[in-house]
């Protein structure tokens, strides 16, 4: 099986890890077509410019993790016209709500609080609970991309790491992706560790080394998931199919929607 290789990233100016999700291949040997499913950090600080890039990817509907409080940071997504906003809030264990205000508040406490593996055991745990206790706005995700007319579409939380990550596993795990390609998808997002400074994601005072675990993303995180779940259901598919609602039938259609 040939080795995947990452399509462009469209070269935005204020939207941070993006990319098109094509070009994994499946068990079977089929493809994940490349112009119909993206994932991203979020939309709400897109230059005009941004916008017509999005609209150029013909995009029908945009799935946003993200939380109201994450919203009045990040600012509301800027989306082109004809594309369906889907809200599936949920708390980012690297940037609740309380570690923004406490980073903001409390610089001098950084290293007290994240330091000593602090930092990468909390993204750990929180890790391991995105994947099994999160399961709603997961279904709902999973039941948006069966319907008719979803694509091409998109999906992202802040950062496009954390939330955004686990969504990226479980279509491609929906799919039939090896687990070394879903290993290598999901640590992609590291890539735009020094985009998101730049773009302003982080501002410079939170930019530490000992925050450096909240920033990034580590095998570790992924491996957390993936036991959480195998420990919970057995298996990924048993999750995929208890847990998310994905039927036989709707991964069948899914498969076909997506592959070719």
Not at 108 to 136: K, Y
Not at 203 to 225: C, N, T
């Amino acid at each position: 099986m040939a080795p995947f290789r990452n399509p462009s990233t469209h070269g935005f100016d204020r939207v941070a890890n993006f990319r098109d999700m094509g070009g994994h291949r499946t068990h079977d040997g089929r493809r994940l077509r490349s112009g119909v499913l993206f994932r991203s950090g979020h939309l709400g600080r897109a230059t005009d410019a941004d916008v017509q890039r999005l609209a150029a990817l013909g995009l029908r509907r945009v799935f946003d993790f993200r939380t109201q409080t994450d919203i009045r940071m990040d600012g509301a997504d800027r989306l082109p016209a004809g594309a369906e906003h889907v809200q599936l809030p949920m708390p980012d264990p690297a940037r609740g709500e309380d570690i923004r205000e406490l980073i903001s508040s409390n610089p001098e406490r950084l290293h007290e609080i994240f330091g000593d593996g602090r930092a990468a055991a909390l993204m750990v745990r929180g890790a391991a609970h995105i994947a099994t206790q999160r399961i709603e706005p997961y279904t709902q995700f999973v039941a948006g991309l069966c319907r008719d007319g979803a694509f091409p579409a998109l999906f992202h939380c802040s950062a496009g790491k954390d939330r955004a990550g686990w969504a990226g596993t479980v279509v491609l795990l929906a799919l039939g992706v090896p687990e070394d390609e879903i290993r290598e998808q999901y640590l992609l997002s590291n890539r735009a560790v020094d985009d998101l400074r730049r773009q302003g994601e982080n501002d410079p005072g939170e930019w530490h080394e000992v925050l450096r675990p909240l920033l990034e993303v580590r095998e570790e995180y992924l491996d957390a998931s993936l036991a959480a779940v195998r420990s919970a259901w057995g298996d990924t598919d048993t999750y995929l199919r208890e847990a998310l609602d994905l039927s036989d039938d709707r991964r069948v259609h899914l498969r076909d929607q997506l592959l070719e």
